[in-house]
């Protein structure tokens, strides 16, 4: 309680503007819950114990997504999503930044369900989009 209460001082609980709408992506027993608050990313930095908050300042421009990660239904690490220099999936992290994967038709999945996410016209646009930008 003590340490949300300091990270509700240093992060805000409002969603970025560009992810003002909840996102979660699904397949079979994997699930994929994005991180739209600044609180929620240092929260999951503080559940996790790894670093995802250092990201803050690029899901804020619309450079990075992170999502909290649920293999039935237990919450087991988190995903970083980049944009720079294209669309891929950054990392994968269990607790305390343990190596972990996940299977390659999740992770097709994900990205095919973002590529969707990030056309809303609210998405910021930081890097030149070339036709094949979403290509992967």
Not at 91 to 96: R, S, T
Not at 112 to 124: A, I, L, R, T
Request: net charge negative; charged share 20%.
């Amino acid at each position: 309680k003590c340490s949300q209460l300091m990270l509700t001082k240093t992060y805000s609980a409002t969603p970025f503007a560009h992810l003002s709408e909840p996102h979660e992506v699904q397949l079979d027993e994997f699930r994929a819950e994005l991180l739209r608050t600044p609180l929620e990313i240092a929260m999951e930095g503080k559940t996790m114990h790894h670093c995802v908050a250092a990201y803050v300042d690029s899901v804020g421009l619309g450079n990075y997504l992170v999502y909290k990660l649920f293999h039935e239904e237990q919450h087991v690490g988190t995903i970083g999503v980049s944009f720079n220099p294209q669309l891929h999936i950054d990392q994968i992290q269990g607790p305390c930044n343990s190596p972990m994967g996940i299977p390659i038709e999740f992770e097709q999945k994900l990205l095919n369900e973002v590529k969707k996410f990030v056309k809303q016209p609210d998405h910021p646009k930081i890097y030149p989009v070339a036709d094949n930008f979403f290509d992967f």
